[in-house]
Structure formats: C-alpha cells, structure tokens
C-alpha cells in the first residue's frame, strides 16, 4: 500500500505521529495522479508548487507539535465549478477554458484554514449539468471500476480520484444527486449536508435549498472530518448558519439496535428503477435489516416529487444561464438548453403550483419522519451506463421525458431538505459498485454521520456486501 491509498483519517493520524510525513503524502498523491489519470480523466487542473508549499509547512507544523488544524496536509480536490485562487476553474465549460480565479471562494479558504492542501480539480459536466461526467473542455472522466462505464456526475472528477487513490479527500456539490450518484457508482461515499450547513457566496436564488456543497471521502469517517473544513457560516449565503465545524472531528458511537428505519424502493412506485437494482437494494436490506431495532418498508409520499423538480430546476436554470443561452446556445450542453427552453414554457402560475406543492410535501415528510430516525432507498436507479450511450432513455421499463428523470430516487430526497449520504453496499448485477442512501432527520447531519459509520462498519464485516479498490495496475496498457 502506498501512502496515496491511505484513508485520511488513517493518513493525520500517522502524520500526527510522525510515521508519515505531507510531503511523502503529497508526492504518493502525485506519483498516482501520474499513472493514473491518463486514463481516468479525473483531475483537470493542479497547483503543484503551492502545494509542495504547503506541504511543507504542513510538515514542519507537525514536528512542533500541539493543537494542529484538522486536515492539515491532506490533499485535496475542489469541483471545477468552485473558484480556486491562482487554479484554473472552467466550470466545464468552453465559456471559461482559460479562467484563473484571482481569490478563492469561502469554502475553499475555510479548507486552507484548516490545514487542507488544495491541490487538484476535478472534473464535472458543464456548469454541473447531468448525472454522468463529460464535458467539451476535458472530455469524459471514466469509472474505476469499468472505463467504458461513466462514474456519474456532475461530481464524478471527485469519486473517480477518490476511488483510485489519487485523492484522500475530495469536494463535490448536489442539486439532484451530484455528490450521491457518483459516491454509489465509483465505490466511496458522499454526503449532501443540510442545506446551510457549508456556507456558499453567490448563491443564484437565495431561498431555494436545491444545491449544496459537501464532502466525499472513502468512508463516512473521512466524509465527516472533511466537514470540519468545509461547514462554516457565510453572511453573503442567505441559508447559512453558525455551526460548530469541530463537532463532526469526532463521531458519536451508535447502537444500530435502537435505531428506527425504515426503507422504500422506488417511494411506492414513484420512482423509476431497474429490476436489476431492486434485486440488489432488497438483498442488501435483507441482510441488514435485523441488526436494527425496527426495520419496516415504509414509503414517503413523493407522487408529486417530479414535477415539482423539475419546475424549480427549470426556475434555477432561467436564473442561472438563459443569458448564456440567449448568447451561446452553440456551445453549450444540450442539457443546460433544454432545461432553460422547458423553463422558457412554463408560467407563473406553474411556478406557484410547485411551489405550493413542495411545501406540502416538506411538510408531509416531517410528519413521516416523526416516528423513525433513518430512511433507507437505493443509491441509484440503474447500474453505472456506458459513456457511448448517454443517459438511459427508460428505466425500468418507464420511457424518460427528460435527463433528471432517472434521478427522481435521489431528486425526491433533495425536496425534503434532509442531510442524506451515500454510501457503499456491495456490487449490483452487472458487477459494479452499488450502495444505498440514507436519510437523516431534518438537520441531523451528526446524527446521521454517526449512525452511518455504524452501519458501514455492519456492512464491512458482511463478506456478500464487500468489495475491492479498483484494479489500477493495468491502466493506459
């Protein structure tokens, strides 16, 4: 094992007792990315020197010893949708190729305030538009685990380095799923937080929590102690609040025999999904679902979910790139015109619809969630799909009227507001990786972090729901 294959937690503690140093870790990191990403095409750009600097101030803060900052010199990679001082940042898009952002934006200086090492970004569709990861700027970033398959998106830059190494912490964002699809698909877990919870500037509506910022790592641990750096209070982020970043540092234990779940496959039918993936979410409930104190399939009423998705996703669009449209439409990504010409059709009156009908449904879920403490549901509706192909035009056997309809098993959850993380349950029926999701109570997030080690470490100790690192060894042959 080399010092890059290293979960960060494992690597601060060993940097902390001096039997790692940052600079080996750095240069393992970059000794990977080297060999790996030629072929993975998951880093996009890097700042090698800053971080040989850093590292190294990393390492000299180590052999003095005392109160050190909590990711103190762990690489990272920030999504190439988030502004990285003196890093090249795209957006993915050709609009932006040769950016160099001046400054960065608060999330990243609260991660160099705690010590991280930004050295890499990662790859995203354009402007984070759609559940695989491939754009006209880098070209497609391919799935560890099968080259011909996407590790999904938009923050599959993030998982596919996560997966294979080059990274022990990467940042990522969700509106429909972008931090959950890729963690299920690549084999690491992601963690949408509660909406506010890490602090953004330049938020495009100020009240509406469709988007979020948050971390992935290789367990829930290392997802957790990336909170430290990224949760934060931001005055210029209307949902933002104070929060004790610390916290997350150190997980609470928990008796997975007193926790109350329940679980749904498709939300009653709502949600489209794969025969395939059925059979491999109700397996894994089967084999876990007597370790808990109650365990019942309990379905959230989500009948409405759809459209009131993608309206409001359509509103967001209006408000983000219909000049970019207007200006550009040759250039950018079929899915980001569709999504502004849907919105272009729409009313007011559709609009207060949706409106109207999310708060019931917010509303609705509360009450749902009044009785038990986590909800279980697939983490994807299909396997991993072939880059070649684009995304399914049916699922299950449903036709899809549009892109995000196949993320309706994760857009529904974004709806609730709830923190949700994804994380690894073995393999699906074409052989890649699978997981589940798991919803909290409406900010919950250090509850949900801690109950979700606890079932993590359950799912590891089950030999039918584990699986392997990727085979890196053949890469680029």
């Known amino acids: ?93 050709l609009l932006h190729a040769n950016d160099v952002p001046t400054e960065d934006e608060a999330l990243v200086v609260r991660l160099r305030r705690a010590g991280a090492i930004i050295l890499a970004k990662t790859n995203t569709p354009e402007y984070g538009s759609g559940s695989n990861t491939n754009n006209k700027v880098f070209g497609a970033t391919c799935n560890p685990y099968d080259l011909e398959r996407t590790p999904g998106g938009s923050s599959g830059g993030s998982a596919a380095a996560l997966a294979t190494g080059m990274l022990p912490l990467a940042h990522g964002s969700d509106t429909g799923g972008s931090l959950r699809n890729p963690a299920t698909w690549s084999g690491v877990v992601g963690f949408r937080p509660t909406p506010g919870l890490v602090g953004r500037e330049g938020r495009t509506l100020n009240y509406t929590h469709f988007s979020v910022q948050g971390p ?27 929060v004790d970043a610390s916290a997350f540092r150190h997980l609470a234990d928990v008796d997975v025999s007193k926790l109350r779940v329940a679980w749904s496959t498709d939300f009653g039918g709502t949600a489209p999904i794969d025969d395939g993936i059925r059979q491999s979410f109700e397996g894994v409930i089967k084999q876990i679902s007597s370790a808990f104190g109650i365990c019942d399939e309990r379905h959230p009423n989500f009948e409405d979910a759809r459209d009131i998705f993608w309206t409001l996703r359509c509103v967001y669009y209006l408000a983000s790139h219909s000049e970019r449209v207007a200006n550009h439409r040759d250039i950018l990504s079929p899915n980001i ?103 909290g109570k409406r900010r919950g997030d250090f509850d949900l972090l801690s109950a979700a080690k606890a079932i993590e470490t359950m799912i590891q100790a089950n030999p039918a729901l584990v699986f392997g690192r990727p085979n890196i060894s053949n890469y680029g042959q």
């Open 1 to 93: 094992m080399q010092p890059c294959d290293l979960n960060a937690s494992d690597a601060v503690r060993k940097m902390t007792t001096r039997e790692l140093s940052p600079i080996e870790l750095l240069e393992s990191c970059l000794a990977r990315i080297e060999t790996v990403n030629g072929t993975i095409n998951a880093i996009t750009a890097m700042d090698i020197p800053r971080a040989r600097e850093d590292a190294n101030a990393a390492e000299q803060a180590y052999a003095k010893g005392g109160e050190l900052p909590s990711l103190l010199g762990l690489p990272v990679g920030i999504k190439d949708l988030n502004k990285t001082q003196g890093l090249r940042t795209t957006y993915g898009s």
């Open 216 to 242: 992935m790592g290789r367990n829930v641990t290392d997802a957790a102690l990336m909170m430290t750096g990224l949760a934060g209070n931001e005055d210029r982020d209307a949902l933002s609040s104070f």
């Open 337 to 439: 015109v569709s999504n502004v010409e849907a919105g272009m059709g729409m009313s007011l009156a559709d609009v207060a619809r949706a409106e109207r009908d999310w708060a019931r449904l917010y509303a609705e879920f509360q009450t749902y969630f009044a009785d038990i403490d986590l909800l279980i549901v697939p983490g994807n509706a299909v396997s991993p799909f072939l880059i070649a192909d684009g995304i399914p035009k049916s699922v299950g056997g449903k036709v899809m009227e549009n892109y995000v309809d196949a993320s309706l098993v994760r857009s529904a959850l974004t709806l609730t507001g709830h923190p949700v993380i994804a994380i690894p349950a073995g393999l699906d029926e074409v052989g890649m990786p699978f997981g589940v999701q798991i919803v």
